[in-house]
């Protein structure tokens, strides 16, 4: 018998049938586990973040790392204490948004956290001037650290890097405000509270949370006093 060669068009057909439904199945998997991995890597960012915004403060009479502006940029008071590793200030989703910022050692390299600059803000600040916005200084404040948000993914902004919650969904990404909490692995972003623990919320959570706690200015302060 005449041995026969190649494939029949149904043969054909059938493979690339095959293939499309495992890439259907397939990739779903592969982003999903690619999502998560990122989301996992920056927890571990901002744990060390905290980790090191601790060693500052134990350094220096109990007093956090300073925020607000003029003043020395938050990021280069915790560089030293992580190593001087700058990767730990950079999301690893390498969004497209990230901020440039400068560091001590002459090197401008992208970052994706900000601070919550009502935690010990510099004195010469607007916020620093204001009794009202000023959160706790240190370490020995009477304030439930456990609610009161340090760190958290950004859209992008400047050399700072601070931000605000005067915000709506609509305005992060690309076309809102880039000062915004940015849910970027997913639909959630990653928060890292005084306390040192850090967890993911959506933006709507996030900003539900911040009315529960009687607004913004409450929220990043951890003042029950307005």
């Known amino acids: 018998m005449r041995a026969r060669l190649g494939f029949t068009l149904i043969e054909l057909l059938t493979v690339i049938a095959v293939i499309a439904v495992l890439s259907a199945i397939l990739?779903?998997?592969i982003k999903n586990a690619r999502v998560k991995a990122n989301l996992t890597k920056s927890v571990s960012?901002?744990?060390?973040?905290?980790?090191?915004?601790?060693?500052h403060a134990n350094e220096h009479n109990g007093y956090y790392p300073e925020?607000?502006?003029?003043?020395?940029?938050?990021?280069?008071?915790?560089?030293?204490?992580?190593?001087e590793d700058p990767d730990i200030f950079k999301d690893p989703t390498g969004y497209k948004m990230n901020s440039w910022v400068d560091f001590y050692d002459a090197r401008e390299?992208?970052?994706?956290?900000?601070?919550?600059?009502?935690?010990?803000?510099?004195?010469?600040s607007p916020l620093g001037d204001n009794?009202?916005?000023?959160?706790?200084r240190s370490i020995y404040a009477d304030v439930d650290?456990?609610?009161?948000?340090w760190m958290h993914t950004v859209v992008s902004q400047n050399n700072f890097v601070h931000w605000t919650f005067t915000l709506t969904e609509d305005q992060t990404g690309e076309d809102?405000?880039?000062?915004?909490?940015?849910?970027?692995?997913?639909?959630?972003?990653?928060?890292?509270?005084?306390?040192?623990?850090?967890?993911?919320?959506?933006?709507?959570?996030?900003m539900q949370i911040a009315a529960n706690a009687g607004g913004g200015r409450n929220f990043c302060t951890g003042r029950r006093d307005f």
Do not use: C, K, M
């Open 45 to 55: 960012n901002l744990r060390q973040l905290g980790a090191g915004g601790l060693l």
């Open 176 to 206: 809102g405000h880039r000062q915004a909490f940015d849910p970027r692995h997913g639909g959630v972003g990653n928060v890292l509270w005084l306390d040192g623990h850090v967890s993911s919320h959506a933006y709507s959570e996030y």
């Open 67 to 83: 925020g607000a502006f003029p003043g020395i940029r938050w990021h280069n008071q915790i560089y030293p204490y992580v190593g």
């Open 131 to 136: 009794p009202n916005l000023v959160g706790p």
């Open 109 to 124: 390299l992208p970052f994706d956290y900000a601070y919550n600059a009502h935690v010990n803000p510099y004195e010469g």
């Open 27 to 29: 990739i779903p998997v």
């Open 145 to 149: 650290t456990s609610t009161l948000p």
